[in-house]
């Protein structure tokens, strides 16, 4: 028992030196640079519904998701306003049909190109070698 003790005892001293060293030689945060990031998730991407309304209608599918992607443009318009120089969409943010989501994307480098920042946009394209479902 007595040679797990020291054993515990050694490896803890030192990850708690470690720590101790790491913060006593840690520059001044009011010395270093910062950026301002902004995330924001405007909706939840509700996959199932979005499946079936594609299945059902895909007129509707696509507004749907274009007006999904025009709110996420325009939080990154304000989020720029409000100084951004990172801003960052969630995850399924830019769903849909593969000229929908390039179409998203372009304006979004146009976007960020203008702004000089830089703009993280995760895509899901459906059916991106074409072949949809037949229209319902």
Known sequence: VRAGVIAYAVVLLAVLGYGAIRLWTAPDPG??????????????????????LLAEDQDAFRRKTQDLHAQYLAMTETAISDGAEIVLWPELAVTGLEPDVQATVAQGQALARQADIYLAMPTFTLYPEGGLPADG
């Open 31 to 52: 010395s270093q640079e910062t950026v301002t990031v902004i995330s924001f998730t405007i909706a939840e991407t509700h996959m199932q519904e979005l499946n079936e």
